[in-house]
Each structure stands twice: as C-alpha cells, then as structure tokens.
C-alpha cells in the first residue's frame, strides 16, 4: 500500500514536499516513482529514484526544481518541490516497481494528492 501526503494549495514560485509511505511490502527492493494527472491531461512521469538511491530521472520540465529521495529504513519516498509553476498543478501520485528506475512502467500505485499552484 502507498499513501501520499503533503499536497496542498501554494502560490507561484513557492515549495511543497510531497511524502509517501509504504506498506505491506519490501520497500528497499522497489524502484520508486512520481506521476502526476493534470486537469484533462494524460498521467505523465515526474521522477524516479532507484532501490539503492544511486540513480534518479525526472522529466525535463522539473530538472533543477525537483528533488526526489527515499529513506528504506523508514519505507518512504518524498518528492521536495521549488519553484513552482502554476502548470504544475495536479493530482501526484507515487508509484512502485520491481525494476530498475523506470518512466512508464510501474507495479503499485497510490491513491494521489492534489498540488494547486496559483498565480
């Protein structure tokens, strides 16, 4: 089971940190992801980090903005968020799989948190 938090309604140019816990399951062996569904828009990866923390992605819209870390001890993952736009507005969801870091392709998911980012 994964259960975001922190979502929330900021102003342009502001910060969030999105947090996500797991359950149920060996987080140390998943790569863990975020996605986010914009208002009539298709889900589209946001970031991912590897099982061992060595290996990160984001997608290009969000490189030098966001931060992406996970701590296996405590079995959570956390997307910290600078800078933001209003176009990163959305409902953010964390992600599982058994593989390595990864853009599409992933085994659990969330339930989400929504990001409201005002002008």
């Known amino acids: 089971q994964l259960v975001e938090s922190g979502g929330g309604l900021v102003q342009a140019g502001g910060s969030l940190r999105l947090s996500c816990a797991a359950s149920g399951r060996t987080f140390s062996s998943y790569t863990m992801g975020w996605f986010r569904r914009a208002p009539g828009k298709a889900r589209e990866f946001v970031a991912a980090i590897s099982r061992s923390r060595v290996n990160t992605a984001y997608v290009d819209s969000v490189k030098g903005r966001f931060t992406i870390s996970r701590d296996n001890a405590k079995s959570t993952v956390d997307l910290q968020m600078n800078s933001l736009k209003p176009e990163d507005t959305a409902v953010y969801y964390c992600?599982?799989?058994?593989?390595?870091?990864?853009?599409?392709?992933?085994?659990?998911w969330g339930q989400g948190t929504q990001v409201t980012v005002s002008s």
């Open positions: 992600a599982a799989r058994a593989g390595p870091v990864h853009t599409i392709e992933y085994d659990y």
